[in-house]
């Protein structure tokens, strides 16, 4: 009863609440965290013509960047090196893989539209993935993502 009180008596502040969180809030890891495609999720697979992100993973990070001369998504995961394998294999803008024995393999993306640049570090033991793709309209040199072996060995 009580709570049907508060409820009638403030039911526009607290839309207004609503509203401003649903805005300004953490809406896109809100969804993350229920398993559903975020907007930054679905910009970086659009960007950098990716596969969706699979199933069967951890430590998934994903960040939106945004300056006056630039906008990028960056992020990572971990997952068994057949799932990692399969989903660069899956992915339309995986370009062929750059790596000397023992380090990381950078795969640079064909991204959506010109103008885009976009990259994939995958660790010497295949379990663990940086990417980032952004447009950068400055002179600096884009972020360098270094992908570190979750291997414990």
Do not use: C
């Amino acid at each position: 009863m009580i709570a049907l009180k508060f409820l009638g008596r403030h039911w526009g502040k607290i839309i207004l609440l609503l509203l401003a969180f649903y805005i300004f809030g953490p809406i896109d890891e809100i969804e993350e965290s229920l398993g559903l495609t975020s907007s930054r999720m679905a910009m970086t697979l659009k960007w950098a013509r990716l596969a969706p992100f699979p199933k069967d993973i951890k430590d998934y990070t994903i960040r939106r960047s945004q300056g006056i001369f630039h906008l990028s998504y960056t992020g990572s995961f971990s997952a068994q090196p057949e799932i990692i394998n399969d989903w660069l294999k899956q992915s339309p803008g995986v370009r062929e893989g750059l790596a000397e024995p023992g380090t990381n393999t950078t795969y640079d993306l064909q991204t959506l539209f010109e103008g885009l640049q976009g990259e994939i570090v995958v660790s010497p033991d295949h379990t663990h993935v940086s990417f980032s793709v952004g447009k950068y309209m400055d002179s600096k040199p884009r972020p360098h993502r270094i992908a570190p072996s979750t291997n414990s060995h």
